[in-house]
């Protein structure tokens, strides 16, 4: 298993690299080249800046159980067509019976925008949003080996 870094406006790429380095597992961070990172033992993979272009380079990499951390519903859409997992920064994971509702109501809230209609944004990051993200990323990493040592 790799994980992929969806980096572009990730709040969590320090914790999902410690987390990862415990479980001896490789990351991988996809970023355009308007963003930098540098993180010691860590592959990142710059790409022209470009509509999906980070999108387009994880989904060609991404191997089936393969995990990719990523804020965007139509990346994790992609992921779970290839038979990765996906997971948002928040610990939420994308799963079969829950991307459909998040992809249409993605597509309802462009819709209001498109119309004029203005919309609260996501609300500000809090530590403990980040703490749950660890939780859930390390439960999900420890049932994953789990499940491949059995």
């Known amino acids: ?24 597992i490789s990351v991988i961070i996809i970023c355009d080249a308007a963003h930098y990172f540098m993180h010691e033992g860590v592959q990142t993979i710059t790409v022209m800046p470009g509509s999906d272009a980070v999108d387009y ?9 393969d995990l990719v951390i990523t804020q965007d519903y139509g990346l994790g859409a992609l992921v779970l067509a290839k038979k990765g997992y996906a997971m948002n920064q928040n610990g939420r994971t994308y799963e079969d019976h829950n991307i459909d509702q998040l992809l249409f109501t ?19 990051r809090t530590r403990e949003d980040t703490q749950q993200f660890i939780l859930a990323l390390s439960n999900f990493l420890k049932s994953t080996q ?4 059995h």
């Open 1 to 24: 298993m790799n994980i992929y870094i969806d980096a572009d406006g990730c709040p969590v790429v320090k914790e999902t690299i410690k987390i990862a380095k415990q479980f001896e």
């Open 57 to 65: 380079e994880i989904i060609n990499r991404l191997q089936p159980g």
């Open 106 to 124: 993605r597509h309802l809230s462009s819709k209001l925008r498109q119309s004029g209609q203005r919309l609260k944004g996501p609300k500000k």
């Open 146 to 149: 789990e499940g491949q040592s």
